[in-house]
C-alpha cells in the first residue's frame, strides 16, 4: 500500500514553508512563489495555527476588493487544520480531500510537521501505483516477468 512517507521520500524538496499570522498576504504570496508551493502554513509563537493557500486569496483577494499588501494572514487563513501521519494511505488521503474540500494535508510526525501532501503530488503518487498494477496484469496475462 503506497503511504505518505513514500510519496513525501520521493518529493526532491519536503521544505515546509511558513509565514506568521501577522505577515502581509503579499509576504505569504511571496514565500509560495519562492518554494514553487501553493500553501504556506501559519504559525503563532512557532505554533502551528492554520494554512494559507492560493486559493485562500484567490476568493477572498482582490476579487472582493482587498490588496495583498494590506491583508494579514492570519485573517484570510484556515484555522481548522486536517492533518496526516507518514502512515496514512494515498487513498486515505484522497478521501480527506474530498470530504474536506481540501487540496493540501500536512503531514505531522512525533509532533513536527515533516511535509505537506499536495492534490497534484497525491495524483502523482496514486497514477504510479496504478501504473504498477498494469504492469502487472500485462505480466500476468502475457506470462512474462515471472520466474518459471
Do not use: W
Request: net charge negative; hydrophobic share 40%; aromatic share 4%.
Amino acid at each position: 500500500m503506497a503511504t505518505v512517507r513514500k510519496l513525501l521520500s520521493e518529493k526532491n524538496d519536503t521544505k515546509v514553508y511558513t509565514v506568521a499570522t501577522s505577515d502581509t498576504v503579499l509576504k505569504a504570496l511571496e514565500t509560495m512563489a519562492e518554494g514553487n508551493t501553493g500553501a504556506v502554513l501559519v504559525t503563532e509563537d512557532d505554533k502551528i495555527v492554520g494554512i494559507f493557500t492560493e486559493r485562500d486569496y484567490a476568493r477572498q483577494g482582490e476579487i472582493k476588493g482587498h490588496s495583498a499588501k494590506e491583508m494579514i494572514v492570519g485573517d484570510f487563513m484556515t484555522r481548522k487544520l486536517v492533518m496526516v501521519k507518514p502512515e496514512t494511505s494515498l487513498q486515505e488521503c484522497a478521501q480527506l480531500m474530498r470530504t474536506y474540500h481540501l487540496r493540501h494535508l500536512p503531514v505531522l510526525e512525533q509532533d513536527n510537521i515533516v511535509g505537506i501532501v499536495s492534490i497534484r503530488g497525491l495524483a502523482e503518487g496514486l497514477l504510479e501505483v496504478q501504473k504498477g498494477t498494469i504492469v502487472q496484469l500485462e505480466n500476468y496475462i502475457m506470462g512474462t516477468g515471472y520466474g518459471h
